[in-house]
């Protein structure tokens, strides 16, 4: 069964970092493209950031770019997403997705990652 598990939100103040991690099992994740979506209530999803299994390809959504980086480590079957100078407008629950753009079905449960001002 393929599964998806995101940790690492929290409550940081804004300028602050965070850095998630995303779980997954069940499928061949090192040829796998994985990406990054937020949900912002009242928004909806936003995709973010998408990274290709051989972690040498990434894309960054505009609002992103130079504070967010995303990477994976295919031995532990991980992808990770290090949130710098992180905004009031960032705040939102995060997950994981399989393949690049971040319209599949397979999530996990999320993290909700709240920015104080």
């Known amino acids: 069964e393929e599964k998806l598990a995101e940790s690492g939100g929290g409550l940081v103040q804004a300028g602050g970092s965070l850095r998630l991690s995303c779980a997954a099992s069940?499928?061949?994740?090192?040829?796998?493209?994985m990406s990054w979506v937020r949900q912002i209530p009242g928004i909806g999803f936003e995709w973010i950031s998408a990274?290709?299994?051989?972690?040498?390809?990434?894309f960054y959504k505009e609002r992103v770019k130079g504070r967010f980086t995303i990477s994976r480590d295919n031995a532990k079957n991980t992808l990770y997403l290090q949130m710098n100078s992180l905004k009031t407008e960032d705040s939102a629950v995060y997950y994981c997705?399989?393949?690049?753009?971040?319209?599949?079905?397979?999530r996990g449960q999320g993290t909700q990652v709240t920015v104080s001002s």
């Open positions: 997705s399989k393949g690049w753009l971040g319209t599949s079905p397979l």
């Open positions: 990274i290709n299994g051989g972690g040498d390809r990434t």
């Open positions: 069940g499928f061949a994740f090192d040829s796998s493209d």
